[in-house]
């Protein structure tokens, strides 16, 4: 992935359509937290997550009334969250681990960190918020 050419895409039930360069979303406040990641049968690792809180950009993008989910797409593969899960829970978009830049093996530019989830809803190379009405 290219940084330079690289949008974040947050669209859907929003009053302001967003996208996002790689060097806007660094600009955010961020978030850092040590949250475990775990990949059923594979590995488990506890790091230092930091990127954007996912409801801090739905914030910005303005969600619609009728909003009730949230899809988070890279790389051909997304994961549907429900919005009180977004308000609930650390779910944030991460561009960095351990205090270094997101390795490419780790989904740079953004992965979905995803508290109390299954490292398989944990998407790489994120590109895409999409808020739905639907459940």
């Known amino acids: 992935v290219d940084e330079y050419q690289y949008r974040l ?3 859907g039930k929003v009053e302001h359509p967003l996208s996002l360069s790689y060097d806007q979303i660094l600009a955010c406040p961020s978030v850092t937290e040590t949250v475990l990641l775990i990949c059923p049968g594979f ?4 790091a230092r997550w930091t990127g954007v809180l996912v409801k801090d950009l739905l914030h910005e993008a303005g969600i619609k009334k ?3 989910h949230v899809t ?7 994961v549907k969250i429900s919005l009180k899960m977004i308000q609930q829970k650390k779910i944030f978009l991460a561009y960095h681990v351990n205090g270094a830049t997101l390795p490419q093996k780790h989904g ?3 992965r979905l960190v995803y508290e109390d989830a299954y490292g ?3 998407v790489k190379y994120v590109d895409e918020v999409v808020v739905s009405g639907t459940p």
């Open 43 to 46: 590995f488990s690792i506890n």
């Open 72 to 78: 988070v797409s890279g790389h051909g593969k997304g």
């Open 9 to 11: 895409a947050v669209a």
């Open 66 to 68: 009728e909003a009730r």
């Open 108 to 110: 740079f530019p953004l």
């Open 120 to 122: 398989y809803d944990w």
